[in-house]
């Protein structure tokens, strides 16, 4: 998998800059991951550290994650290759000139939600959603017709999927030839997948293991039951549809911090 392997952040943005944001880089930290969560993930010290780095580490400006300013990046440079433009950062994009390409954003990336909130071609959805302003849609079953996105953006939420493989087959069927699936999940590439949940022939979810839920973990919410805990044979799943580079972040964290790029 290693000619996978992309250093993104010698392409576009500055190191000591905030790609989302682009105000100088003004750091605060904070443990993002509980200690249930580290049991039920089997994470040593260093994967924990890692995990922390991810979305515990964030903008002081913005509030962007470790993870959402990697995302940023790998999104800048698909609008830049698609527009021949030369954006460093996302609060420069000029969203609503970009009239011609349409977006997917398939539950809330974080704070790019602000600015991808200006795109005259988004189509923005929550799983469940109760707001009549916003569209629920479920990745296993999508509403909108073929070939009809430049870009599908998830991020974090395949792992909450009960059939990860049933979303991918469904976000390729909807984008154009050429399109672009930028995501990323929890992933340890050093581990075979592993999975933790799945609906029986009843329809009802039945755990596997010891539940296991993101986000606030005491909440312990429906919507972030993990169903997969992704390792490297999850690549391969992904080159049975796409092509496939792996956007990876040098630095304390390595492939953890790391954004999959799809491309039909």
């Not at 995501?183 to 755990?207: D, Y």
Request: proline fraction near 3%; hydrophobic fraction near 35%; charge should be negative.
């Amino acid at each position: 998998m290693k000619e996978l392997y992309r250093d993104f952040q010698t392409i576009y943005g500055f190191d000591h800059r905030c790609p989302v944001c682009g105000r100088v880089k003004e750091l605060i930290s904070r443990a993002a991951i509980c200690d249930d969560l580290a049991e039920d993930w089997r994470l040593s010290p260093e994967l924990r550290r890692a995990f922390d780095y991810r979305e515990g580490r964030s903008c002081r400006h913005c509030g962007a994650t470790t993870r959402i300013m990697n995302f940023a990046l790998t999104l800048l440079e698909v609008i830049n290759l698609k527009f021949s433009s030369r954006y460093q950062f996302v609060g420069d994009v000029e969203w609503r000139s970009l009239t011609n390409l349409r977006l997917a954003e398939i539950n809330n990336c974080g704070v790019l939600h602000n600015y991808l909130g200006n795109l005259p071609g988004l189509s923005y959805s929550e799983y469940d959603s109760t707001d009549p302003e916003i569209s629920s849609e479920d990745l296993m079953s999508l509403s909108y017709v073929d070939n009809c996105f430049d870009v599908v953006l998830t991020s974090d939420v395949l792992e909450h999927v009960p059939d990860y493989r049933q979303a991918l087959n469904e976000i390729y069927r909807v984008l154009k030839p050429d399109g672009f699936f930028i995501f990323t999940v929890p992933w340890i590439s050093g581990r075979t997948t592993v999975v933790k949940a799945k609906i029986n022939c009843q329809g009802m979810v039945e755990l596997l293991s010891r539940a296991s839920f993101h986000g606030d973990y005491n909440l312990q919410l429906a919507d972030y039951l993990v169903f997969y805990e992704f390792g490297y044979d999850f690549v391969q799943d992904l080159q049975n549809i796409f092509e496939v580079e792996i956007y990876c972040h040098h630095g304390f964290g390595g492939l953890v911090s790391s954004v999959f790029t799809c491309r039909c």
